[in-house]
């Protein structure tokens, strides 16, 4: 078992060799930013703010699936920025009966994007593996979130200094799995489809989208998430170190 073990990573390393790779392209939000938990910080401050009287766990519970589906709306272009920003509140509030002023999710939707960069958790070994190969590779983000946010959740996590370049969306002008987007990161980043690889935990938007361009990907399925396809996969961020030896 460990033969095959470390013959397995043997061949992934000349894959992924550092002298065919110079540039690594990471996901931001539940890839190295821990979405999932600042964001159910957020909630709770501006529920306590505005004296929300509902079920907090039942709030998340309902939300979650909700926000997740507005996203892909948003990265496929069928909803604007503001519509995602209502509906995925409307829509909770209307599942849970709980009666609220569209004023009123209007001020909890600006609050929730003021507050949620202050609650900068960081998945597990982000910080290791960002230190591991900082020396070796010029490293950008590409992420789907909105430039007022992205930005502020970079700075204030205490990782911006890692990255060279930091694509959003709204500067690519199109969302992931676009290829526009993929084509806009190389050209700002001076890279190429050779040199580049994606890592992020979005199959579709991050994977899919980077493999569709040319570029090598990785997808970090965290939540262990049955995929169609098989691709280079990691559990952990640190099982990348397995994909770069230096």
């Not at 699936?65 to 272009?77: Q, R, T």
């Not at 939707?109 to 982000?126: D, K, M, Q, R």
């Not at 190969?133 to 007022?148: A, C, S």
């Not at 200094?161 to 969306?169: C, M, V």
Request: charged residues 25%; contains cysteine.
């Amino acid at each position: 078992m460990q033969i095959k073990e470390n013959l397995i990573k043997y061949t992934l390393s000349l894959y992924f060799c550092p002298m065919n790779l110079k540039h690594i392209f990471f996901d931001l939000d539940q890839t190295l930013w821990d979405f999932d938990l600042n964001s159910e910080l957020a909630f709770k401050q501006c529920f306590e703010k505005q004296n929300i009287q509902l079920n907090f766990r039942a709030f998340i519970k309902t939300y979650e699936p909700i926000n997740e589906s507005y996203w892909k709306l948003y990265a496929d272009g069928k909803v604007t920025k503001d519509q995602l920003k209502y509906a995925r509140l409307r829509d909770t509030f209307t599942l849970l009966q709980y009666e609220i002023t569209d004023e009123a999710i209007d001020v909890l939707a600006e609050s929730y994007l003021e507050i949620l960069p202050h609650f900068n958790h960081l998945h597990h070994g982000t910080i290791e593996i960002l230190d591991y190969l900082f020396p070796n590779y010029k490293m950008h983000i590409i992420t789907n979130g909105f430039n007022e946010v992205s930005f502020r959740k970079i700075e204030l996590s205490g990782i911006s200094k890692y990255f060279d370049k930091i694509i959003t969306s709204e500067n690519a002008g199109a969302k992931k799995p676009n290829p526009q987007v993929f084509h806009y990161a190389l050209q700002q980043a001076n890279a190429s489809t050779h040199d580049s690889i994606m890592i992020g935990d979005n199959f579709e938007a991050d994977v899919q989208g980077a493999l569709a361009i040319g570029m090598k990907a990785i997808h970090y399925n965290y939540m262990n998430k049955p995929v169609d396809e098989e691709v280079e996969t990691v559990k952990h961020l640190l099982e990348l170190k397995s994909y770069f030896q230096f």
